[in-house]
């Protein structure tokens, strides 16, 4: 059965050249002609990237910090023992103690949008790790939600860090703020974002990295973007 196409998605494509190769300029311009709804859409990036996730050294995993943020009011939790709770809540974590947020993930019970652990509360963490990593909520150094130094963790989640994880199909999806932000806000998230995405690069990677991308709204069609472009953003 196929899928119904309202109205308002149709005048979005009739608006627009859904088939045109985009530049990362014209993307920006054009993707904020889409915003068609009463809220205040995100702004997203689709990316297939040419890695074997099955793979473990073709696994891109990462994170980065946006320069003029995603837009979202991120919720934290954090999970440490002693002087390190106190410092995650003086830096503004929402949630912040040991084995009682366990005692409540394992409930399921999480009213967090990221979460941060010490170390030495991983052991701890891990037993509820069948519930957080389907969410995509499991702490992980490599996107800095794994440390000791907790009130940078928290100042780095709400204030615009984005963590992305290849699929296994090697897609990447990412919000990069909101249609509402200056066309410059969101050129310079999106060259940020880019950046970050050339960089995780795996050594085994062979031919064109990036196969594919494109940037869309919340609700709106996609819009290609040029991939031999993006490449060459170091």
Same mark, same amino acid.
Request: aromatic share 4%; proline share 3%.
């Given at each position: 059965m196929s899928r119904k196409i309202s109205k308002r998605y149709k005048d979005l494509i009739s608006k627009l050249d859904v088939e045109k190769i985009y530049s990362a300029e014209e993307v920006v311009a054009s993707?904020?002609?889409?915003? !068609?709804?009463? =809220?205040?859409?995100? /702004?997203?990036?689709?990316?297939?990237?040419? /890695?074997? #996730?099955?793979h473990a050294d073709q696994m891109v995993r990462g994170s980065v910090i946006l320069p003029s943020?995603?837009?979202?009011?991120?919720? @934290?939790a954090v999970i440490a023992k002693d002087a390190k709770v106190d410092e995650a809540k003086k830096?503004?974590?929402?949630?912040a103690?040991? !084995?009682?947020?366990?005692?409540?993930?394992?409930?399921?019970?999480?009213? =967090?949008?990221?979460?941060?652990?010490? #170390?030495? +509360?991983?052991?701890?963490v891990g037993k509820v790790g069948r519930t957080l990593g389907p969410k995509g909520l499991m702490p992980n150094p490599k996107t800095g939600t794994v440390t000791m130094d907790v009130a940078k963790a928290v100042e780095n989640?709400?204030?615009?860090? /984005?963590?992305?994880?290849?699929?296994?199909?090697?897609?990447?999806?990412?919000?990069?703020?909101? /249609?509402? =932000? !200056?066309?410059?806000?969101?050129?310079d998230n999106l060259m940020t974002f880019i950046k970050s995405i050339n960089k995780q690069k795996p050594a085994s990677s062979k031919g064109r990295y990036i196969k594919s991308a494109?940037?869309?709204?919340? +609700?709106?069609?996609?819009?290609?973007?040029? @991939?031999?472009?993006l490449l060459e953003i170091k």
């Open positions: 993707v904020k002609e889409l915003a !068609s709804l009463k =809220f205040d859409e995100t /702004v997203e990036i689709s990316m297939k990237l040419n /890695v074997d #996730p099955k943020g995603t837009g979202k009011t991120v919720r @934290v830096a503004g974590a929402d949630i103690g040991g !084995s009682e947020i366990i005692d409540d993930i394992a409930a399921g019970k999480m009213d =967090f949008d990221v979460l941060i652990a010490t #170390p030495d +509360m991983m052991g701890m989640a709400k204030g615009g860090q /984005v963590n992305y994880r290849v699929d296994k199909h090697g897609n990447i999806h990412a919000g990069i703020g909101k /249609v509402g =932000f !200056s066309k410059e806000q969101i050129s494109s940037l869309s709204l919340t +609700m709106s069609p996609a819009l290609k973007m040029d @991939v031999l472009e």
